[in-house]
């Protein structure tokens, strides 16, 4: 005889389970609404603080320790690696991680901002400078400010003379992208020109100088377009990650469910035949 319970088992626990990644595709949809909304402005902000600090930038004859007029030799990066504070979000962390991983450097740090970075790092004896955990939807500008000085007192002091964001770029709900933005230093030859019409400034005191004092304002805010961006990822992940868990359940279960009805069948029609045929021997 079929095993019928074992089956009932299976498709009891594939349809809770499907509650579960149910329940967490609408958390997961509830939180990319609530920081949806904030994206589209951060990236605008981005842009325009981007486009002020690129004339500054194009506009300094100088070199700093921030700017720089040609390449330099890259001896010891900083990897600021911006992953998830939960697991079941698809792909997420681990195309983010790839990057850092293909281009670490045995000298190299990183600089996590969340719990999953920490782990994958720490099993690959990777040397974490820091580790930062709060970070959620709900990411502040005071947030960004204090990743950012932090990353300012690293660089500053020379104890890295390259500074790298990994974070994952948001496109839409479906498509976001993992991205390496290197924040130290600058190369002017690479500040791309964002106005179709060049524009001649005088600054006073000289763009090195007004660059070198405004550099926090700069640094907070790419810290703080980038999680913001990731954050948004993530969720985007996470929910048709769990979306598509839930649909594959709802298929397996129902495959499962005409598997068991089609056994039960067969064990009820082998039943009757057995019955049939004892009535058919005691008769004879």
Known sequence: MPNLSALKNDILSIKNTGKITNAMQLVA?????????????????????????????SN??????FLRNEEIEIKKTLWVVINSNLGLCGG????????????????????????????TYSSR???????????????????????GNDILAYYSSGEFNDVCIVYTKFI??????????????????????????????????????????????????MVYGCVIESQVSEQASRRVSMENATNNGKELSFNLSIKYNRERQASIT???????????????
């Open 29 to 57: 949809s509830a939180k990319l609404r609530k920081i949806g909304k904030k994206v589209l402005d951060v990236q605008e902000y981005m842009d325009d603080v981007y486009r002020v600090f690129s004339d500054i930038i």
């Open 60 to 65: 300094s004859s100088t070199e700093s320790k």
């Open 92 to 119: 997420y962390n681990n195309n983010v991680n790839k990057l850092v991983i293909n281009g670490f450097k045995p000298e190299d740090q990183v600089y996590t901002i969340g719990t999953k970075a920490i782990s």
């Open 125 to 147: 004896k990777m040397k974490i400078k820091k580790s930062i955990t709060n970070v959620d939807i709900d990411f502040t500008n005071s947030q960004a400010k204090e990743i």
């Open 172 to 221: 839409n709900n479906v498509t976001f992208e993992p991205r390496i933005l290197k924040i130290f230093p600058i190369i002017k030859s690479k500040v791309i020109q964002t106005d179709s019409k060049k524009v001649n400034y005088t600054f006073e005191p000289s763009a090195g100088e007004v660059f070198d004092s405004a550099v926090n304002i700069y640094l907070s805010t």
């Open 270 to 284: 082998q039943e009757i035949s057995e019955i049939v045929s004892g009535a058919s021997a005691l008769q004879d």
